[in-house]
């Protein structure tokens, strides 16, 4: 051992006669070829891991012998393992915490309804310390599932694996081949009011199936499952159970197995889902079947099934690479590097015992902390948007537990912690040489900073062959593809009930004049009515004769003409402002691109210069500056392109008339570009920098959290 053997509060445990309690069992696990021992406390369902030194100790508390007796025979056989005097104090004091030991020590009944009731708070604590996952505890189902398991016990032979893993195979390829259908305009489907529904609806039936698969698997390798409740995860009622139980057994893949048994059931629902959906005709059973499908693959993927958190994927990673806690001892060893290596601290006790476990230490340790953030803010931040008063308090505490807490721990320890020693000063001179050249480096060395979005190539509105008055397509004059002049004609329409209105006001306009010319010097009443219907006739023919004008379709500019689904246009009914064809002009010097409202200012007063990339050439770079800009958000996109049904990056309104409406708040600017663009697509598109004034990245990503805030909140 690195400190010393020996402690001054020795003589407190010295001669105390402790034993184990009836209700406390010694489970034997292998890990990465050392040995392992798991105490399991049958009364509170609690399980505790120990190293084999550590339970050398505790399989000699039989009541007979001091504490002083077995540390003293422990040097023979464990030599340079044998925990230290303030080692065995602490492992004392642990075992007292959680009821697992007894001693010669007179019986306190005051201390024991202490201990009682302290346990008691700590359970009731345990389960509502955390207001994003409340637990309430309701029933316990083990005789349920012994009457069960006999129909779910062939799943856990190798012909059940096997058809579990065909079943796998068989989703995988079938989502595959349809994974276009699957994520065709994903956003909009998904955020759709009526589906919001289904999905709250589906996701307690999920997750109850998912808990009852964690259940059977301990029932079938022989655990007992003593729990199951209700837990409220962030105000959703979702159920629960209780599977610890499989902590304690031998085999790694049996504890794998039980971990593994919900991802498996919410991975085989989604299989059985996608089976549904594809043969499914469109209506509730499909848009059911389709949830599940989001539920069984999003949620496995980001919570269940990811190893990065706490949760069944966690627990068996931690199995299968036989690594005990993971977590706790990844955060042990960086705080382990961070002590030998920057502080250059003594005498410091490393976590790792092999190099396979410090690169996974590394790397789980930097990536679950990541990623924890990353999901803490964002369930943060959805809160805040459904709750705004209380959302924003419990943001607050997800965001101090996940930021505040481990700073202050920081501080405490470089403030208060007596492993310092003498060498308190240094390390904290250290660390605030550190804290102030971080601080300078986000705060005041200048980073290039810039906004990005998309936008499309405009061709003008004289690009656009437009219907101008109703009719059906009587034929194509011009071929698609060919070059074409201004004023060419390029579509003929045709409206037999206009054709028969104008043979109508023609003949009309005939009767008026000749009856105007026989009265018109016996009458002057009857000629200045007769007068007054020919104006009006002659009118209304004039605009009959316009709106037989506007049927034939013709090129406003020069250019090449390009009619979508040219085989299908003749005969086709086209509505007045139809876009029936385009006329590309050789070159493009204008583009449209749409900013969101969160960037909008910015774009419009602090652009120092644009930057332009045409798909399909995104290695030119072109300059542009800004010519325009609506002074009022967008209700429609200038283009489909910009969806992303469309291959873009915004989502559309589903509940909007038009398929054009943004879910989000945008404005058009349109930039004249430096260099002619030749036309190659209709609306191709661009992908356009503005580049802002140099900034501190910190003062970047606050603006980010500004803008990102008021953007959810619509502050």
């Known amino acids: 051992m690195k400190e010393s053997h020996f402690s001054p509060n020795w003589y407190r445990v010295a001669n105390l006669k402790l034993c184990l309690r009836n209700h406390v069992e010694i489970h034997r696990q292998q890990m990465r070829g050392r040995t392992w021992y798991v105490l399991q406390d049958a009364q509170s369902g609690k399980y505790f891991r120990v190293s084999p030194a550590v339970r050398d100790i505790i399989q000699r508390l039989d009541g007979r012998a001091s504490i002083d007796d077995i540390w003293q025979a422990a040097a023979a056989r464990l030599g340079k393992e044998q925990p230290t005097q303030s080692e065995v104090i602490e492992l004392i004091a642990q075992l007292y915490r959680a009821d697992l030991i007894r001693g010669d020590v007179p019986p306190d009944m005051d201390e024991l309804v202490h201990r009682a009731g302290t346990q008691a708070r700590q359970r ?62 994903l956003s909009d489907r998904v955020l759709s009011r009526d589906n919001l529904i289904l999905m709250l609806l589906l996701y307690p039936v999920i997750k109850g199936l998912h808990e009852m698969g964690h259940a059977i698997a301990a029932k079938a390798f022989g655990g007992e499952v003593h729990e199951i409740g209700i837990m409220l995860l962030v105000f959703m009622p979702v159920p629960y159970v209780d599977a610890s139980a499989a902590s304690a057994f031998r085999s790694r893949w049996q504890r794998a197995a039980v971990g593994a048994a919900g991802i498996a059931v919410e991975f085989l629902l989604a299989v059985l889902a996608l089976l549904v959906w594809l043969q499914a005709e469109p209506g509730l059973v499909r848009a059911a079947a389709f949830n599940v499908i989001i539920i069984g693959g999003v949620s496995t993927l980001l919570f269940n099934g990811n190893p990065l958190l706490r949760f069944d994927g966690y627990y068996v990673l931690s199995d299968l690479l036989a690594i005990p806690n993971l977590a706790s001892r990844s955060n042990r060893y960086l705080m382990y590097l961070i002590k030998t290596r920057l502080f250059s601290l003594p005498n410091q006790e490393n976590p790792a015992h092999s190099r396979g476990e410090q690169r996974w230490f590394i790397f789980y340790g930097i990536a679950s902390f990541v990623y924890r953030l990353f999901i803490t803010i964002t369930i943060a931040l959805f809160i805040a948007t459904r709750f705004f008063f209380i959302g924003v308090l419990l943001a607050c505490f997800s965001l101090y537990m996940a930021l505040l807490k481990p700073t202050f721990n920081a501080l405490r320890y470089l403030l208060f912690a007596p492993s310092l020693g003498q060498q308190r000063a240094r390390v904290q001179m250290i660390s605030a040489t550190l804290l102030v050249t971080l601080l300078a480096a986000l705060f005041y060395l200048p980073a290039p900073y810039s906004t990005r979005t998309e936008g499309v190539l405009s061709m003008g509105q004289q690009a656009q062959v437009v219907a101008g008055a109703s009719g059906f397509v009587a034929r194509v004059v011009q071929e698609s593809g060919s070059e074409v002049q201004a004023g060419d004609d390029l579509i003929v329409l045709e409206d037999l009930e206009l054709a028969s209105t104008l043979e109508l006001l023609e003949a009309q306009l005939q009767e008026f004049t000749a009856s105007y ?20 006739t002659r009118a209304r023919l004039d605009y009959f004769r316009q709106r037989q004008q506007q049927l034939s379709l013709t090129a406003a500019s020069t250019g090449q003409l390009v009619i979508p689904a040219v085989d299908e246009l003749p005969g086709r009914f086209l509505e007045e402002g139809t876009v029936a064809a385009y006329v590309l002009p050789a070159a493009v010097r204008e583009v449209d691109v749409v900013v969101g409202s969160d960037r909008v200012s910015l774009v419009s007063d602090g652009t120092l210069q644009v930057e332009v990339r045409v798909e399909g050439a995104v290695d030119r770079v072109i300059p542009a500056r800004i010519i325009r800009q609506t002074p009022s958000s967008l209700e429609r996109l200038p283009s489909h392109v910009l969806t992303a049904r469309g291959g873009g990056t915004i989502a559309v309104d589903p509940e909007a008339a038009s398929t054009l409406a943004p879910l989000g708040s945008y404005y058009l600017f349109t930039l004249a570009l430096d260099e002619p663009v030749e036309q190659r697509l209709v609306e191709g598109r661009v992908y356009v920098r503005f580049v802002h004034q140099a900034l501190p990245l910190g003062r970047q990503w606050l603006l980010v959290i500004r803008q990102t805030f008021l953007r959810l909140l619509n502050v």
Do not use: C, E, H
Request: no cysteine; hydrophobic share 50%.
């Open 124 to 185: 009731f604590l345990s389960r509502y310390k955390n207001p994003l996952a409340l637990r309430f505890p309701l029933l316990d189902p083990d005789r349920f599932l012994n009457r069960i398991m006999p129909v779910f016990r062939p799943l856990f032979t190798y012909w059940g694996a096997l058809l579990l893993v065909v079943l796998g195979i068989t989703g995988v390829v079938l989502a595959v081949l349809n994974f276009t259908a699957l994520t065709s305009n």
């Open 517 to 536: 010319r026989g009265v018109n010097l016996f009458d002057k009443v009857q000629a200045d009515i007769l007068n007054q219907q020919i104006a009006r």
